[in-house]
């Protein structure tokens, strides 16, 4: 038999679903920084951080994951399609938020 003792093992910060959230938050901030300054405007934008936010939402829970969409059409609508951080309810954006919705619904998977 053996004695060695199994060492014990702690969970890092990375595996706290809301740690990565804000994690993914962060680079979608940046993500939307980059879109506004290069500049890639209109659907290429949104495109790029539909695809960093189904990417990130991949590793998140589906609450986290929702929250994540919604902040990512928010980025995406206020400094890619619009100027300024401005904020927008019109129908196009409407259905932007329902793309970015379906996504996180359709690949946010982590437990």
Partial sequence: MSTHARPDVHPTVL???GARCGIAGGTLFV???????????????????????AAWCRFLPL???????????A????FVVNAGGQLTFA????ARLAVYAATAFLVAGAQ
């Fill in 91 to 94: 129908p196009a954006d409407l």
């Fill in 63 to 73: 609450s986290h994951g929702l929250f994540l969409a919604v902040a990512g059409w």
């Fill in 15 to 17: 595996d706290q679903p």
């Fill in 31 to 53: 993500a939307s920084a980059i879109c506004t300054a290069v500049p890639l405007q209109g659907w290429s934008g949104v495109a790029a951080l539909l695809v960093l936010t």
């Fill in 75 to 78: 980025f995406a609508t206020g």
